[in-house]
């Protein structure tokens, strides 16, 4: 005959295994989750709210006396600030997240990675149609000793043009698809469009989602009007950076995806990072 089954506060208590103390006193920089997709809702400048998805990395400092962390406890705060109830993640609030982190965990210090598609709805320069074009976008923050850090890290596609093929051409010249990455440590609010903002007005000419014929004439002249070398994409977006108060440290990177060669044209500048 079956025992009939006991309330929670009956039962015996669960060991606590991650709480018992290691022998090895060897401190772990970070523990943690990593590659877990979850939905979150986005705001950026525009106070838009935009639902996605994010690959989220969530780690915590574990001091050398601890066996383990408590992995559950992460994905619980994932969800939390998941929930329909929860305030829109921003810039502005990912400080807050990890105080949240560290202060459940118990921990020294925390890390947490967000990687996610961002969609911007673009008006196209002539015909003003409207449509959606994706970026990729990261937002890191670190706790740690006190201190806390935050990068902001966007992929903006963009197209450019060769001067050297324009300058040597009796006619035409190549253009290909490129990619402007920023990674920024800002000291004030820096939003993530204002990055992408950057990247595309030093490409020869920006994406859109949809083109009508005379859009796509504008874009066409646009590039051969604005030509730029791989190096030209790099300088002139550190160039904006360096002169930015709101930035304390960047790296920039362009490749060129060409498209009279069987290879990428790459380049990168970096300043405190």
């Known amino acids: 005959m079956n025992k009939p ?15 018992r103390r290691d ?12 590659g877990l997709r979850y939905p979150l809702v986005f705001v950026d400048r525009d ?18 006396e601890q066996k383990g ?21 921003s810039v502005a609030n990912f ?25 911007v709805r673009k008006t196209a320069p002539v015909s003003g149609v409207a449509s959606l074009l994706d970026y990729e976008v990261k937002i890191s923050g670190e706790l740690a000793a006190g201190r806390y850090t935050q990068t902001l890290d966007v992929v903006a596609p963009v197209t450019s043009l060769c001067p050297c093929s324009k300058e040597i051409s009796a006619y035409g010249a190549h253009s290909q698809r490129s990619a402007i990455r920023i990674v920024a440590r ?36 646009r590039a051969y009007d604005h030509p730029r070398f ?6 002139g977006v550190a160039a904006r950076l360096a002169a930015d108060p709101r930035i304390g440290a960047f790296a920039v990177e362009a490749e060129n ?7 990428s044209a790459f380049a990168r500048i970096s300043r405190g990072l």
């Not at 090895?24 to 943690?32: N, T």
């Not at 400080?95 to 969609?119: E, K, M, N, Q, Y």
């Not at 000291?187 to 595309?200: G, K, M, N, P, T």
């Not at 995806?257 to 069987?262: K, L, M, Q, R």
């Open 95 to 119: 400080h807050a997240l990890l105080d949240d982190l560290v202060a459940r965990l118990d921990a020294p210090g925390g890390r947490i990675d967000f990687a996610f598609p961002f969609f």
């Open 186 to 221: 800002p000291l004030a609010d820096v939003f993530v469009s204002d990055l992408l903002r950057i990247a595309e007005e030093e490409a020869s000419a920006e994406l859109y989602g949809i083109l009508k014929r005379a859009d796509e004439k504008y874009v066409t002249e």
């Open 47 to 64: 106070g838009v709210a935009r639902a996605t998805v994010a690959t989220c990395n969530v780690y915590v400092a574990l001091p050398a």
């Open 23 to 34: 022998e090895r006193e060897l401190a772990i920089d970070q523990v943690g989750i990593r």
């Open 230 to 235: 791989v190096e030209d994409l790099v300088r």
């Open 69 to 89: 962390t408590h992995m559950s406890r992460l994905v619980e705060l994932l969800e939390e600030h998941a929930a329909a109830s929860a305030p829109p993640l």
């Open 5 to 19: 089954q006991q309330p929670d506060d009956m039962l015996a208590p669960i060991a606590d295994v991650q709480s």
């Open 257 to 263: 995806f060409e498209s009279i060669h069987n290879h």
